[in-house]
């Protein structure tokens, strides 16, 4: 086994390295010579991951990467499934790294894009979080991976509290091929609540100076959602989740998908519902469901991450979170993704961009933005085999006769909050590519795989089109004032409507002037303190008291 021998003479080499300049023995590494460390483990022309998640970060790490000598460690290769943090655009900028694979660059998507304009990346490729990860298996596999972790022991055993996220996987990919995992820890203790990656699979630990960062990613104020949110959530609520019956569904971020969550205690449970929709989410702890938690309509939460403030009411649900011996949450992005593409019938979340084959887009002029999950939850999954009622209708639906259909909406008003049309001929993603040098352009969800688009307008089925004409037509029924809904006489609009291919608010029996706030059964961040029983601790930046 001659490739199993040098990647173990190269791991002992480096490691050899470190040791000399450690002054210490054993795997704890003191904070003040991280960068040294680097040095000494990294070398020109590695590929590189360093854990930056959709909440957590290795950011201790991270600004210690991009402190090295460019002269020692350059030409590296970054595969991460987020750039959230300036640091990890430093390296770029500084030249010691120049190629790059990542998911997500939604904080970091301007300089990104500026950055290869100026030929300081080159991006081999986009990815879902979950293609990402095969591929860290497959063929981009890291020579050295930096993570992070809630605490350590002396031997490298690992807590990563409610956050673990990516850390066992981007772990396993680089410890069994010969690999060096370096682990940034808030602290260092004698014995761990539990272990969540075996010390034998980390050979360095540093204390970091300070707790590593950590953003609230999933939180959204009930106070910011307006009447067009509750509106949307009415017809989502009335056109999709009941008559399907969904069960067990994956909410993307927004405001639209907050106010279905606050309305299902009150509108959903009017029209008889519970027990009959929503009971079983892959989602992170939302903190918008807990009135609906506590109303009794969920069953379940498998969590991709835990969200900042969530961890006593996550610890005191066990009976709905995945909840360790310790009283603390287990959670799993890319397991979560597996679930949330093979064990969910809905995935509904919003996006920037539509045209007129249904195709959706994030990535905006002068915005790399990446994907995420959503292209993963947002696929019907062609090697599902079990059945539900909610994935035999919509395959029935679709005039599929051996199989069912995964539902796919997309939500989203028919202007952006700048004005800017949601609705377009083309995605700004096919000028992207050109200008990047993408072979594709990034298109976040393809319309083949969407099923249903939600407007303020109404909804559009296109589960019903049995054309690409009529799929477009149903699009530009829905897309309001906008010049691409324009394009469209209203005689065809009503013939849609006649079809049940598209349904306005009235076709749904949901009447405009009580669709407001007055749904929402928590309509502020201090009611859903209340609606947990004080168990939910906001963030300060969501505290009343906190605003300057």
């Not at 199993?4 to 490691?15: E, F, K, P, V």
């Not at 409610?162 to 410890?175: F, Q, W």
């Not at 009411?313 to 995945?322: G, R």
């Not at 799993?332 to 597996?338: E, G, I, K, T």
Request: hydrophobic share 40%.
């Amino acid at each position: 086994m001659p490739g199993t021998s040098r990647r173990g003479t190269d791991r002992a080499s480096r490691l050899a390295r470190a040791a000399a300049l450690s002054g210490t023995s054993g795997k704890v590494w003191p904070a003040d010579r991280a960068t040294r460390l680097l040095e000494a483990i990294i070398e020109p022309g590695d590929r590189v991951t360093i854990e930056g998640d959709n909440q957590k970060q290795a950011d201790f790490l991270a600004s210690a990467l991009a402190k090295v000598d460019p002269a020692r460690v350059h030409d590296l290769h970054m595969v991460q499934s987020v750039l959230a943090l300036p640091d990890h655009l430093a390296v770029f900028e500084r030249g010691i790294a120049n190629r790059l694979d990542f998911s997500y660059a939604g904080p970091q998507s301007r300089k990104l894009a500026e950055l290869v304009a100026a030929n300081a990346v080159r991006i081999g490729a986009i990815h879902t979080y979950l293609e990402l990860y095969a591929r860290m298996l497959v063929d981009l596999t890291p020579q050295v991976a930096l993570i992070v972790a809630d605490k350590a022991d002396r031997e490298g055993n690992l807590y990563t509290g409610p956050n673990t996220e990516d850390t066992p996987t981007i772990t396993e990919t680089t410890a069994f091929r010969g690999g060096i995992v370096v682990a940034q820890v808030n602290e260092i203790v004698d014995r761990l609540p539990r272990v969540d990656v075996p010390g034998d699979w980390v050979d360095v630990v540093v204390p970091s100076p300070k707790p590593y960062a950590i953003d609230p990613l999933f939180t959204r104020d009930p106070a910011k959602i307006r009447d067009d949110n509750v509106l949307m959530a009415m017809m989502a609520i009335a056109a999709v989740y009941e008559p399907y019956q969904v069960r067990r569904l994956n909410h993307g971020i927004g405001y639209a998908t907050a106010a279905i969550e606050l309305i299902l205690p009150t509108y959903a449970a009017q029209r008889g519902l519970k027990g009959k929709i929503a009971s079983h989410f892959v989602l992170n702890p939302h903190p918008t469901l807990i009135p609906a938690i506590e109303a009794g309509f969920v069953d379940s939460v498998y969590c991709f991450g835990s969200e900042l403030g969530m961890e006593h009411y996550v610890s005191n649900h066990a009976e709905i979170f995945p909840v360790g011996a310790d009283g603390n949450l287990r959670s799993n992005r890319a397991l979560a993704q597996v679930a949330g593409q093979y064990a969910c019938d809905l995935f509904i979340g919003g996006t920037l961009q539509i045209d007129a084959q249904g195709n959706s887009s994030t990535a905006t002029k002068g915005r790399i933005t990446g994907f995420g999950g959503a292209p993963n939850m947002g696929a019907d999954p062609r090697g599902r085999r079990h059945e539900s009622p909610t994935w035999l209708r919509a395959g029935q639906e679709a005039g599929e006769s051996r199989r069912g259909r995964k539902l796919v909406v997309q939500m989203v008003q028919t202007r952006q909050p700048n004005g800017a049309p949601s609705f377009v001929e083309q995605l700004d993603a096919f000028d992207l590519a050109a200008s990047a040098g993408f072979v594709l352009p990034p298109i976040m969800i393809y319309g083949d795989d969407v099923t249903h688009v939600i407007t303020e307008r109404g909804v559009a089925n296109l589960l019903r089109c049995r054309s690409m004409q009529e799929r477009e037509a149903a699009l530009r029924a829905v897309a309001g004032n906008t010049d691409f809904g324009k394009r469209q006489s209203p005689e065809t609009s009503d013939s849609l409507r006649r079809r049940g291919i598209v349904m306005f608010p009235s076709d749904l029996g949901v009447d405009m002037a009580t669709a407001t706030r007055d749904w929402l059964a928590a309509k502020t961040i201090n009611d859903l303190v209340t609606a947990s029983g004080g168990l939910y601790d906001p963030p300060a930046k969501f505290r009343p008291d906190a605003i300057r």
